[in-house]
């Protein structure tokens, strides 16, 4: 077994900081950085902030209103603290939804941004931001999981303050890592390989299938969420719905039908660029 003796916080005299808020800012920072850089030549730098800016918005909100929504029985009789996120609580697929509709939003609202390109670019920011946060979630001892026999990463979280538990356990939240980084490198080989000339989208939907997949398997390890449904968590709930979308989502836009019902939708027309 793996000994993580860490502390949540970071204590600076009177003054802590917590890993977890610093590995989710440095994650979104990372999420944020590489769709832009991808989408460098197809998109102003202008339009690819006001996208990412609201993304990012859109991500927190959900975040946060997933992971109420999952622990409402306690936040029912605590309505004070919905608000409090600096305490704690998102939940990933949240800010995978939240995101995903605020940045969409914006960019319906634009003529000069490609929707289905800049989604494929998010694809791979969103994947690097998951995994990047989820260090945060190793250094806390989040997201309890089923004992390990010293088949995988085994693991005991020893900190006095840790939220951990004594192990030996799966480390679930790193099998998670590894395979939002993999998502990365799928999303990163299919923009550079023929895929990239397929229609616009199909890269973001083919990522969305991969997490949904990972997401509903690895979560046949984690213990003490919510089961309120087959015995499946609420992520694993989530994930199916996510899969259900993208079969279909794929072969609508395989078949261009999706891209040709976006384009029915109405946007603002250009501004004129002053003389």
């Known amino acids: 077994m793996i000994e993580i003796p860490f502390d949540p916080e970071i204590h600076l005299g009177p003054f802590s900081l917590a890993w977890h808020g610093i590995f989710t800012a440095v994650g979104i920072f990372f999420g944020v950085s590489l769709p832009i850089r991808l989408l460098r030549g197809r998109v102003t730098e202008e339009a690819a902030w006001a996208v990412a800016t609201w993304g990012v918005v859109g991500g927190i909100t959900g975040a946060r209103l997933l992971h109420v929504i999952d622990r409402w029985d306690f936040y029912s009789e605590h309505l004070d603290q919905i608000v409090a996120i600096w305490t704690g609580g998102i ?7 939240g995101g ?35 260090i945060g979630d190793i250094i806390n001892g989040e997201h309890h999981a089923v004992a390990c026999n010293g088949i995988g990463l085994c693991v005991g979280f020893t900190n006095p303050a840790t939220l951990g538990q004594p192990g030996p356990v799966h480390l679930v939240v790193a ?29 973001f939907w083919t990522w969305v299938l991969w997490y949904a997949v990972g997401r509903f398997a690895l979560g046949f390890l984690r213990v003490g969420d ?20 993208a079969l279909p989502a794929l072969a609508l836009v395989q078949a261009n039908i999706l891209p040709r019902v976006l384009d029915l939708v109405p946007r603002p027309r250009p501004r004129p660029r002053p003389t």
Not at 178 to 203: F, N, S, Y
């Open 175 to 203: 099998y998670d890592m590894v395979w939002d980084l993999l998502g990365v490198a799928l999303v990163l080989l299919l923009m550079r390989t023929a895929l990239a000339r397929a229609p616009q989208g199909r890269i």
């Open 100 to 134: 995903v509709l605020g940045g969409f939003i914006v960019a319906l609202r634009r003529t000069d941004i490609p929707i289905g390109a800049t989604a494929d670019a998010a694809a791979a920011g969103l994947s690097l931001g998951f995994a990047i946060g989820r």
């Open 226 to 245: 919510p089961t309120p449904i087959l015995g499946l968590r609420q992520d694993q709930l989530v994930a199916v719905i996510a899969a259900t979308v």
């Open 91 to 97: 939940a990933v697929w949240g800010a995978a939804i």
